[in-house]
Nanobody, 116 residues
Framework: QVQLVESGGGLVQAGGSLRLSCAAS??????????MGWYRQAPGEQRELVAT???????AYAESVKGRFTISRDDVKNTVYLQMNSLKPEDTAVYYC????????WGQGTQVTVSS
């Protein structure tokens, strides 16, 4: 079992930056072998993939955030980060952390609001 808690969301002006954190707890073995990801869901929209990072450190990004967002993980702290730069109003959404191994786990989400 894995529990995920996101933090770091907030209100920022367009062009600004935020860093989201996702603290994982529970089975350390499961956390270390899990692929981790950030997803987001805007009002009235479906949840979409933002970025992923494998247990080996390989990353992938949605086209809309490439060059602006960076996902990383610290397996000592059991934490995954999403550094978001050059934020745009269209990045406004609830951001969710995800862990995937033999099952899938989600955090409760953190709101990111980008004002124009």
């Amino acid at each position: 079992q894995v529990q995920l808690v996101e933090s770091g969301g907030g209100l920022v002006q367009a062009g600004g930056s935020l860093r989201l954190s996702c603290a994982a707890s529970g089975s350390i073995f499961t956390i270390n072998i899990s692929n981790m990801g950030w997803y987001r869901q805007a009002p009235g929209e479906q949840r979409e993939l933002v970025a992923t990072i494998t247990s080996g450190g390989s990353t992938a990004y949605a086209e809309s955030v490439k060059g602006r967002f960076t996902i990383s993980r610290d397996d000592v702290k059991n934490t995954v980060y999403l550094q978001m730069n050059s934020l745009k109003p269209e990045d406004t959404a609830v951001y969710y952390c995800n862990a995937a191994a033999w099952s899938t786990w989600w955090g409760q989400g953190t709101q990111v609001t980008v004002s124009s």
